[in-house]
């Protein structure tokens, strides 16, 4: 167990939906990635924050968002959603941004969009 | 902007020793991850490299070469539960950590 929550596990939605997925970093961990896997492709960035603001941002598309809170939990806001959306999204933390930053990941969302 | 390189797949015996490497680029550079990610489930911390050299940590060892902006894997005495990915990462000077796009080795009898 990494100490990082991800909720849900899976999640089955329609097309033009819009979903949030949920992560919890590990206690004390003050940086949360988000991570995008689609079937047989690498971890791909989409966003990074630190200690509630935005550190980093991949390629991410602009209907997806994400933020995160006084709590340090984050969310990953994707709406009108499409196939290719369908993917596994991960969150990982760490506690410092930089030297040493190792990254612990959550299980995953399995995201399936029919 | 960052870039990473390595091999699609590799298939070795069981027993055997497996070599994965990673070549990248990126503008500074604040260290090098090996994760391991079998399918459908969550990448697993292996290695962290972020002076020239070898760090080994069981039956896997893990090098560095900043000045050719190299990494390998190594893995000895190869089991069947070492089939799986193997992601190379690189946390830049100013950037997040990126992956590479993985490795997927298949281990045989």
């Known amino acids: 167990d990494s100490g990082v929550t991800q909720t849900p596990k899976h999640l089955i939605t329609a097309t033009g939906q819009r979903v949030t997925l949920r992560c919890s970093p590990r206690s004390g961990d003050l940086s949360v990635y988000w991570y995008q896997q689609s079937l047989d492709q690498g971890l791909q960035f989409l966003i990074q924050y630190y200690n509630g603001e935005e550190r980093a941002k991949g390629n991410i598309l602009e209907r997806f968002s994400a933020q995160q809170f006084p709590d340090l939990h984050s969310e990953l806001n994707l709406s009108s959603l499409e196939l290719g959306d369908s993917a596994l999204y991960f969150c990982?933390?760490?506690?410092?941004?930089?030297?040493?930053?190792?990254?612990?990941f959550g299980q995953g969302t399995r995201l399936t969009v029919v | 902007g960052q870039n990473i390189d390595q091999p699609t797949e590799m298939t070795a015996t069981e027993g055997a020793i497996v070599q994965i490497n990673c070549t990248y680029q990126?503008?500074?550079?604040?260290?090098l991850f090996w994760y391991q990610q079998h399918a459908g489930e969550a990448p697993t911390f292996l290695s962290y490299?972020?002076?020239?050299g070898l760090e080994e940590k069981g039956r896997f060892s893990s090098f560095l070469s900043r000045s050719k902006g190299y990494s390998y894997l190594l893995l000895k005495e190869l089991q069947m539960k070492d089939s799986a990915s193997y992601l190379c990462?690189?946390?830049?000077?100013?950037?997040?950590?990126?992956f590479g796009k993985g490795t997927r080795l298949s281990v045989i009898a």
């Open positions: 990462s690189v946390l830049g000077g100013n950037t997040p950590l990126v």
């Open positions: 490299n972020v002076l020239d």
């Open positions: 990982a933390s760490s506690s410092t941004f930089g030297r040493n930053a190792e990254a612990f």
């Open positions: 990126t503008s500074g550079f604040n260290g």
